[in-house]
């Protein structure tokens, strides 16, 4: 099913602040390990999710150039946060604040990813959600899919540059 064919509810789906939304994916982003919390909210069982890429909860309005970013990190090895917008299986959507972080094995080999996510700051969703529109706008706005989603990116490292911080502070600060 394309993305276009899905139906949005606009209903926004909650979770609690102490829980945790984990998930461990293969090296492809194959989904390896889904906890309760993540079947609950996203509405699929552990069945439905082992194996299938984890772009199974992708939100169409999430600005592709965020998991440019996230997964150019996890590339170099490194950890990411995010602001993340998903898509549960019946349309609803939820917002959650994402760590993403490779895993090694002993002889500290990435062997895959690994992501917890917890509810998000409001205010900072707030600041997200027009931020993310303008980025989708622009990737939108090309017929070219790679030229948009460049044209994006080139638009949040702009933004940095401004103000002059790198991505983990500003993700931060909002
Ligand atoms: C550990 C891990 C967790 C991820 N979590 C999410 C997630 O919660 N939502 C999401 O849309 N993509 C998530 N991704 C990114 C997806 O793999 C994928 O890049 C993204 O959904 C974009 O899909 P597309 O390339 O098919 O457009 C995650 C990737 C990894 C490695």
Not at 86 to 106: C, E, K, L
Not at 155 to 170: A, H, N, P, R, S
Request: hydrophobic share 40%.
């Amino acid at each position: 099913m394309s993305r276009r064919d899905v139906s949005l509810t606009g209903v926004e789906r909650f979770f609690d602040e102490n829980e945790v939304i984990v998930s461990k994916t293969d090296l492809r982003g194959r989904i390896t390990y889904a906890n309760r919390v993540f079947q609950r909210v996203a509405g699929y069982t552990e069945t439905d999710l082992m194996g299938a890429p984890h772009s199974i909860v992708r939100h169409p309005d999430m600005p592709r150039c965020v998991f440019k970013l996230l997964w150019d990190t996890l590339a170099a090895g490194q950890e990411i946060f995010a602001y993340v917008l998903n898509r549960a299986r019946n349309g609803d959507h939820y917002w959650v604040f994402a760590h993403v972080t490779p895993s090694y094995d002993a002889a500290g080999n990435v062997v895959g990813y690994h992501s917890s996510r917890r509810v998000p700051d409001r205010a900072a969703v707030d600041k997200v959600i027009p931020l993310y529109r303008t980025l989708l706008d622009i990737e939108n706005s090309h017929s070219d899919r790679k030229k948009g989603m460049e044209a994006a990116f080139a638009t949040v490292v702009g933004l940095l540059q401004e103000k002059g911080i790198g991505y983990d502070e500003f993700v931060f600060s909002l």
